[in-house]
């Protein structure tokens, strides 16, 4: 829970410690006063007011802001909370007899501030009180006595469950503690098993005996200063680029020219490495590496568009890269010269069995490339700058300020014009070349002059029908257009990036035997159907061998009803809703509102239900990989159904509203960033949506952006109104069957589930609500509203317990087949780290052994709790370095077997936290625990003494969860 929830839920114990000196003066007041009574006490309004007042105080001291009317009502009722309590002490004091006597219930009186007008207490205006109305002075005597009596009560209260001072202030410490970690990590993704492992000689050696193929040129820092303007000319823009070029040799500062319209930017470059809007001659780039550091180059350098000054800000002469920024590209190379001679005699060995089946037609054909950016368009004539100027006019003429059509000059736009002229005129050029082609070949003619006028041209063949051409897009065109004519001869003509291909599929040969490189593509395909098989075997047999080991604990079958937000167009919305919404919300209207997110989709397999509840368990159990610590973009790769996105591990960079389904829009613009969802149901399959990053609205006046505004509103009252209707719910069922019933009549959906006891894998907000589930009985309703990511406001109930049993293998596939890689991939991974064992004790050092893989990895600010992102097992790692025995820093740890892989670490430093840091956190955790410790008790005391809130609004007001208390 964030700062505003520890705000909220501390508010009560507040309440309860400040109300103790004058709870009593509630219990009167006019019925229609009274707000709530706690047995025979009431309590009044005006009570209320003024500790609802001192709550919002408090909010606003504490967060730095005013709360919203929705945050306004939870503060009053827990202000309401706070009074409920402390008149609970009073009638249980009482109760217990504790007793004051009549000078300490005097003494206590006499600290009213009525007795102490000007802060100093007045024992004539004591004494007169006393004398004047003996009956009233009494009646406020025993209130004083029962007020000290219910602080006692609570003093008590506070000293039997506050937590060992030593113990929360080292968990507090351990909270707040941060940690710069380096470590070594072999992951077992890396171990197939099914090829030699290079030793770390030969990675040395390599290195050692290429060393000139990891020659890294000299490179030059820059600050580039980038003078254009989108209606001005790059002729026109040239003296206001001169003039800034000046102050700058004059001294002038970069950031005084950012201030005059130029665009600064950061870049670095090679000889032959400069950024693409770079159109500086071979003189002038090989002219910047000759300038000295810190120094403002001579001249202008041309841009598209408009003109660079340039300051050399450093240089690095060529050098030869380390061995741990190539060690990774050389272990690579050297794994793949192990695997490519296995592969090589398995796809030999499919060719030769296969090799009869393989024959079939053939063809040979010619084909040539016309890439329009290769040809030469020549320079134009005055009369073709004239004539295109001419023809293009209407792009050259805007309106003026006084509303006049104004044309600028052909001397105004002449490098504009230049420019589309050639590109025109190189789109003339491919368009002929490629028709005068495509005739000479259609008629049976071959024209040598024309063929080697095209960018590319090849004659090949025999060709087996569908075998590759070439490679890349054009090769992937090819095969498409020859495939589509299914072989037949005769010209054709197809566009392909940046120009077209005309290709001649001039014979036909009907039984060819194709080489082994030409079906190399359909032979490496058949030999991966081969080991999925093969691999599918050997992890049935893996998991014959001991089912049990895939056996999870008791499982709890639940059910949870899910109450779904309204579309926002459902949401009644009035005017005065949205403009509040805005005031409140004005910091999120910054920029469009968009999401980066990745998602991985799993689609059923076929239609009906039983294809459905697959595809649902298939998500669910990547979902549970996922918050084990597997990355995403991983899983993705793997195992995601959307092809536009599976190379990409599911990234859909940006996206706004309106672009997405409906539900995955709705889910992905609820997410926290970081926060994943749990399976998101679609037309198309389960979804699971991980947010990367949001990014808020720019801000404008309400008048533009209404619509948007709206909709943000509506969403944030749909989640409201659907949290109110599950909580209505759970409140008023008190059987399964009747939520059920109520639950179908609503439309709300009713989901079963399974959940293993002690599976902690659940987002912070989901976590209490399971923990609670599994301490229920079967048929009872757990009286607690969840919020499920991406889905609604829900509540659950136990149907069933089972214990643990042996799956089956269908129920535990994906899993089985990990566990069957692993262990095949473990005996390398073994074997890898004796062998930098050997080395470590042969002298090497944890540095050295790292820049044999890439350099050891670092996660700079570690935080208890979190793990290290890569690796996951945050309970391991916060065991190792913020554990009582945890390494030391400047130590290195042994191999710690994560799951995801063997890792050793060291602690470059801890960072304690400040001392105003940790007394503020220390407090905050002692309200934390002492409200955690005595929610059941106050729960008892509501049974024993009838509480009823009379108020209608605060009566539907739930408070928030209890914030989760350190672990001591």
């Known amino acids: 829970m964030g700062a505003r929830g520890v705000a909220f839920r501390s508010l009560i114990v507040g309440a309860m410690m400040l109300f103790l000196a004058g709870a009593a003066r509630a219990q009167g007041g006019s019925p229609g006063s009274t707000v709530a009574t706690v047995g025979p006490l009431r309590l009044d309004r005006q009570a209320l007011d003024e500790r609802a007042e001192g709550a919002l105080a408090d909010f606003q001291k504490r967060l730095g802001s005013d709360p919203s009317a929705e945050i306004k009502t939870i503060l009053r009722r827990q202000a309401l909370e706070g009074l409920i309590r402390a008149h609970l002490l009073i009638l249980e004091a009482k109760r217990l007899g504790i007793t004051v006597s009549d000078a300490e219930a005097e003494a206590h009186l006499k600290e009213a501030p009525f007795f102490k007008p000007g802060g100093t207490f007045s024992e004539a205006l004591f004494r007169k009180a006393k004398a004047s109305d003996a ?19 609570n003093d008590r ?31 077992y993704a890396d171990f197939s098993g099914d090829h030699p492992e290079p030793r770390e000689s030969d990675v040395l050696s390599y290195y050692t005996s290429h060393a000139g193929d990891f020659r890294r040129p000299e490179r030059a820092s820059l600050t580039v200063l980038w003078v254009h303007q989108s209606n001005l000319s790059d002729e026109r823009a040239k003296p206001r680029a001169d003039s800034l070029l000046a102050a700058v040799r004059k001294g002038a500062s970069f950031e005084a020219a950012e201030d005059r319209g130029a665009e600064k930017r950061s870049v670095s470059v090679a000889p032959d490495d400069f950024p693409s809007f770079w159109l500086g001659p071979s003189k002038t780039n090989a002219a910047i590496f000759k300038q000295p550091a810190g120094s403002v180059f001579p001249e202008l350098v041309p841009a598209h568009p408009g003109w660079l000054i340039v300051r050399v800000d450093s240089l690095t002469p060529p050098r030869n890269a380390s061995l741990g920024e190539v060690s990774r590209v050389i272990r690579a190379k050297l794994r793949a010269a192990a695997r490519t001679p296995h592969e090589e005699r398995e796809l030999m060995a499919l060719y030769q069995s296969r090799r009869d089946s393989l024959e079939g037609p053939a063809f040979r054909l010619r084909y040539a490339v016309v890439d329009t950016a290769s040809m030469e368009p020549g320079e134009p004539t005055a009369a073709d700058l004239d004539r295109f100027y001419r023809g293009h006019l209407a792009d050259y003429t805007a309106y003026d300020a006084g509303g006049s059509l104004v044309s600028r000059s052909l001397e105004e736009v002449r490098g504009d014009v230049r420019q589309r002229w050639r590109s025109d005129r190189r789109l003339e050029l491919a368009r002929s070349l490629a028709e005068r082609l495509e005739s000479a070949w259609s008629r049976g003619r071959r024209d040598r002059a024309l063929e080697r006028s095209a960018t590319r041209f090849r004659d090949i063949g025999p060709l087996p029908l569908g075998a590759p051409v070439e490679e890349g897009a054009i090769g992937k065109v090819l095969a498409d257009s020859l495939e589509g004519r299914g072989g037949a001869t005769g010209v054709g003509v197809a566009r392909v990036p940046g120009g077209t291909v005309v290709f001649d599929i001039y014979e036909r040969i009907e039984s060819y035997t194709p080489t082994f490189e030409q079906v190399r593509p359909m032979l ?8 999925a098989r093969n691999e599918e075997t050997g992890a049935r047999k893996f998991f014959a061998s001991d089912p049990r080991r895939f056996a999870t604990g008791k499982t709890v079958h639940f059910t949870r009803v899910v109450a779904e937000p309204l579309s926002v167009i459902d949401v009644p919305l009035t005017r005065e809703e949205v403009e509040r919404y805005h005031r409140d919300h004005i910091s999120k209207y910054s920029a469009p509102e ?13 239609p009906g239900e039983e294809a459905d509840r697959a595809a649902r368990a298939k998500a669910e159990e990547l979902l549970r990989r996922i918050r084990a610590g597997e990355d995403i973009a991983d899983l993705a790769r793997q195992y995601t159904d959307d092809p536009a996105t599976k190379a990409q591990g599911g990234d859909l960079g940006y996206f706004a509203r309106g672009t997405m389904l409906d539900a995955f829009e709705r889910a992905a613009f609820t997410l926290e960033v970081g926060e994943v969802s749990e399976p998101v149901k679609t037309e198309v399959g389960y979804h699971i949506i991980k947010v990367i990053d949001h990014q808020p609205m720019v801000a404008e006046p309400l008048v533009r952006i209404y619509p948007s505004v709206g909709a943000d509103a509506a969403n944030e009252k749909a989640q409201r109104m659907a949290r109110h209707m599950a909580d209505s719910l759970c409140q008023a069922a008190r059987t399964p069957a009747q939520a059920r019933a109520a639950a179908e009549k609503l439309h709300l959906d009713v989901i079963p ?7 902690r894998n659940y987002p912070p907000e989901m976590l209490h609500a399971m923990i609670s589930l599994e301490q229920a009985k079967p048929g009872e309703i757990v009286p607690e509203v969840l919020n499920v990511p991406g889905l609604g406001s829900a509540f659950q109930w136990v149907d069933s317990v089972t214990a643990s049993t042996p799956p089956a293998y269908e129920q535990v596939r994906p899993q089985v087949l990990m566990e069957y890689r692993r262990e095949v991939g473990r005996r390398a991974l073994e074997a890898k780290r004796a062998e930098l064992d050997s080395l470590m004790r042969a002298g090497w050092s944890i540095d050295s052994l790292g820049a044999l893989w890439g350099g050891l990895e670092t996660a700079p600010e570690v935080a208890p709790g979190r793990g290290v992102a890569a690796l996951g097992s945050p309970g391991v790692v916060d065991s190792l370095i913020f554990g009582s025995a945890g390494l030391e820093p400047g130590r290195v740890s042994d191999w710690i077997d994560l799951g995801v892989a063997l890792a050793r670490f060291r602690i470059d430093k801890r960072i304690p936290p400040g001392p105003s840091l940790l007394a503020a956190r220390l407090e905050s955790e002692r309200r934390t625990l002492l409200e955690n410790h005595l929610f059941d008790y106050y729960e008892r005391l509501k049974r024993r003494y009838s509480v009823r809130i009379l108020d209608p609004e605060l009566r539907g007001v739930t408070l928030p969860p209890l914030p989760t208390p350190l672990t001591l």
């Open 594 to 606: 968009q999401v980066h997110a990745r998602h991985i989709l799993v689609s059923p397999s076929g």
């Open 135 to 153: 009956a009233r002075f009494h009646e406020a005597l025993e209130q004083s006595r029962s007020e000290l009596a219910a602080r006692r009560l």
């Open 753 to 759: 589930y399974r959940h293993v006891i002690g599976d």
């Open 157 to 187: 209260l506070a000293k039997e469950n506050l937590p060992d001072e030593t113990r929360l202030r080292a968990a507090v410490e351990r909270s707040l503690s941060r940690a710069s970690v380096e470590y070594l990590a072999l992951r």
């Open 524 to 531: 490496a395909a058949i030999r991966e159907d081969v080991r």
